[in-house]
């Protein structure tokens, strides 16, 4: 072989290997491609999924507080709407006893608990407090009258207030009283009827 021959092969040889060492450096670039490419599209899987649970889990908050916000608005409204015909209720009924203190059988009741009063005082001498309205027709010879009937001495008051009908005794020194006005009557009954009133307009309901 000449020199000129056996550098040639030398030169192919030294060649090829460098083509081969660059093929290889190529495949492993390659090879580390792929797997920067996996890993990072794993990653990315990894990071989307995360974001979609954590969006997930928020949406699924929100729904639940949503529901609890209007289920209590629901609630509320529907106290709040049972409240207002109890107090409808209580408003149709206070009309209806100021009719009531227009009657001949109201001006029968005023008596008559003006009685029972001024018996449970059992006092000598009684002075009585009535509206402006019962005070034109409780007259000194109606209660001169009652007087006499009660053997105590009856004093209709200056003052008046105004209340719906009824009546406040006091003895003369101010010591014993009795508030006996339907306005305070009805306070006092006011929790027991507030709860038969919605007793009977929500009856049934569950």
């Known amino acids: 072989m000449s020199i000129k021959d056996g550098l040639l092969a030398i030169t192919n040889e030294v060649l090829d290997d460098i083509q081969k060492e660059a093929q290889a450096i190529i495949l492993e670039a390659e090879n580390q491609a792929k797997e920067a490419l996996k890993s990072a599209k794993e990653q990315a899987d990894q990071n989307y999924q995360a974001i979609l649970n954590q969006a997930k889990i928020k949406a699924e908050n929100e729904r639940r507080k949503i529901a609890s916000v209007t289920e209590v608005e629901i609630r509320n ?7 207002d015909l109890v107090d409808r209720a209580f408003d ?10 227009t009657t001949k059988v109201y ?15 059992d006092r000598k001498n009684l002075v009585i407090q009535v509206n402006a309205k019962d005070k034109t027709w409780l007259t000194p010879d109606v209660l001169n009258r009652l007087s006499k009937q ?5 004093t209709l008051s200056e003052e008046t207030e105004e ?5 406040k005794l006091q003895t003369a020194d101010g010591k014993i009283a009795y508030d006996s006005t339907i306005d305070n009557r009805l306070q006092e009954l006011k ?6 009133i919605a007793k009977i307009l929500f009856e049934g309901e569950a």
């Open 77 to 83: 409204r529907l106290l709040q709407t049972k409240e």
């Open 92 to 101: 149709t009924a206070l009309a209806e006893l100021k009719d009531f203190t």
């Open 107 to 121: 001006t029968d009741y005023l008596l008559k608990l003006i009685e029972q009063v001024a018996k449970r005082i």
């Open 150 to 154: 009660l053997r105590c001495e009856l």
């Open 163 to 167: 209340f719906i009908g009824g009546c």
């Open 191 to 196: 929790p027991t009827l507030r709860v038969a």
